[in-house]
């Protein structure tokens, strides 16, 4: 019987999976510079193509800026870039179901996010809340749950679920943002659920996350019945 050759991730690609990990928990603010490629060969302990290599994905997905003579900038959200993902075609059943996954998944991590977190994590998600604004700021709360869960499971599952969901989601914030109305039911629903891992109440954190998602789930019913 034939053997199958195991593939591994380049050198490249695991330094690039980091940075954008790094980036997206918010340990590199938009705005802030990176370290130097020198810097970063040590702390990776790699070769200088690695870490351009590595750059050169996160510029192609919009995260970074590579200004010249000066380094490698932290890039506000590209809603562009979002809107040009492979995703973009999805049929309204596929979004309902996928929808449907995260649901049940993320009302789980709320749960873990509020019996894990620790006092650094409330602070991120207190900067996430009233610093960040719009789509960033709800992909950076919705991210930096399923990272104080601790399931690493359950945080590539929400990956996969998000990734397709990404040009829906963009399109509802751009949504709610022609309602105040709406746009304070969301933030307010943030809000508590925050207050509900804050306390380390995970029944409520739960509850929360479910009332949350279904009132998106709602008005995402409304956007598509608009089109």
């Known amino acids: ?16 999976e980091k940075l954008e990990e790094m980036i997206l928990d918010g340990q590199y603010q938009i705005g802030e510079k990176l370290p130097s490629v020198r810097m970063l060969c040590e702390s990776f302990g790699v070769g200088r193509s690695a870490i351009r290599d590595a750059i050169t994905a996160l510029k192609g997905k919009g995260l970074v800026e590579v200004k010249q003579g000066e380094g490698t900038y932290v890039k506000a959200f590209d809603v562009h870039t979002l809107l040009g993902s492979k995703y973009w075609n999805l049929y309204e059943k596929d979004i309902q179901e996928l929808f449907q996954a995260r649901k049940i998944v993320e009302v789980g991590l709320a749960e873990l996010a509020a019996n894990h977190r620790s006092e650094k994590d409330v602070e991120d ?18 991210q930096k749950l399923a990272c ?9 599952f929400i990956d996969f679920i998000s990734a397709p969901l990404k040009q829906t989601l963009v399109k509802f914030h751009q949504y709610i943002q022609n309602s105040t109305e709406k746009g304070s039911i969301i933030e307010a629903q943030h809000r508590n659920i925050f207050q509900a891992i804050k306390e380390r109440n995970s029944k409520k954190a739960s509850e929360e996350m479910l009332v949350h998602l279904t009132t998106v789930e709602d008005m995402l019913q409304e956007t598509s019945t608009m089109e």
Request: glycine letters at 6%; charged letters at 25%; proline letters at 0%.
């Open 1 to 16: 019987m034939a053997i199958e050759k195991i593939e591994t991730k380049k050198v490249s690609h695991i330094i690039e």
């Open 125 to 142: 998600l207190h900067y996430i809340l009233t610093v960040k604004k719009g789509w960033e700021s709800d992909f950076l709360f919705h």
């Open 148 to 156: 104080i869960g601790g399931n690493t499971v359950l945080m590539q």
